[in-house]
């Protein structure tokens, strides 16, 4: 009933990309159908005790805490904004706790890894295009979900950096390393062009044989096969190369405000994550090298 009302909400005041969005009115969606078979036919009139049993069906079912945490801050900011809206009068997911997460360490690639991971693609068509999603990835430190978004015109080959558009549809300028920019280079005037072929309308950068836009479902598949080729896809996720492009610079001297903007991150904090890999290497070096460790 108010669903076309929050998406409303949700992009012209949140301003959230799309697979935000989708995220989360994926997850409205969800809930609502849950509801309707407890026979509760609206959000609006759901209680307390409804929010939490969803929550504990999605246990049930196997769901990861940080899956469950995130279907319930969706649900939560939903109630919020009919609050708002004045449709309720109490927020009933305010009240509920997130459930704990257990920390894990930062996946990523040692530079060894990555050295061989991007030497795999060959110089076949399908192959230059891959060699220039490997190496814009791990030059940037972009996300997987704003790579297949980016345009053509969004790159800079001479001076050498892209532009893309992240969370909150926030713009940012990334600069380009002379490998990233040579498999760039080599991709747009010779790759492009042959899978593009009659449809040059299409101004998504990284494109399919078809010449259409690339998915992000796609793109994933091109980084697990190569990663498989590599022997390192079991430490191989959408976020890895990500990771990687962080842990990488950090080690090498890049301050945290630098790649705060470099990463798109809106608060500082989720770039301090990356010191911790930091601190862990030299308390390794200091245990393996120092007389009295």
């Known amino acids: 009933m108010y669903m076309e009302e929050y998406k409303d909400y949700l992009i ?5 990309s799309q697979n935000t969005l989708a995220a989360y009115i994926g997850d409205i969606e969800e809930f609502s159908a849950f509801l309707k078979e407890k026979g509760v036919n609206s959000p609006a009139d759901a209680k307390n005790t409804e929010v939490v049993s ?3 069906k999605l246990r049930e079912d196997g769901k990861s805490a940080a899956t469950v945490n995130r279907k319930l801050a969706s649900v939560r900011m939903f109630y919020k904004y009919l609050t ?3 449709v309720i009068s109490d927020n009933p997911a305010a009240s509920i706790k997130s459930v704990k997460i257990e920390k894990k360490g930062i996946e990523y690639l040692t530079i060894e890894e990555v050295d061989r991971l991007l030497s795999l693609p060959d110089d076949s068509l399908k192959g230059k295009r891959d060699k220039a999603i490997l190496e814009v990835l791990y030059a940037t430190g972009i996300r997987v979900s704003e790579l297949v978004d980016v345009k053509l015109y969004d790159v800079n080959i001479r001076m050498g950096f892209i532009s893309c558009t992240g969370e909150r549809s926030k713009a940012r300028i990334i600069p380009l390393g002379r490998p990233a920019r040579a498999a760039l280079e080599e991709y747009i005037y010779d790759v492009r062009k042959a899978f593009v072929r009659g449809n040059k309308k299409e101004e998504t950068l ?3 044989y078809h010449g259409g836009k690339l998915t992000r479902q796609g ?3 091109i980084i697990k096969d190569y990663a498989q080729k590599a022997d390192i896809g079991s430490k191989i996720t959408p976020q890895t190369l990500r990771n990687s492009f962080a842990v990488h610079m950090v080690q090498n001297g890049a301050d945290l405000k630098s790649l705060q903007e470099l990463l798109g991150h809106e608060d500082i904090s989720a770039t301090q994550i990356y010191l911790s890999v ?3 290497r030299i308390k390794d070096v200091y245990d ?3 007389p009295r460790a």
């Not at 012209?12 to 959230?16: F, G, L, Y």
């Open 219 to 221: 793109l994933w598949k």
């Open 54 to 56: 969803y929550l504990l």
């Open 278 to 280: 930091t601190k862990n």
């Open 84 to 86: 708002e809206k004045k």
């Open 288 to 290: 393996r090298t120092h």
């Open 206 to 208: 990284f494109v399919n």
């Open 12 to 16: 012209n005041v949140k301003k959230i």
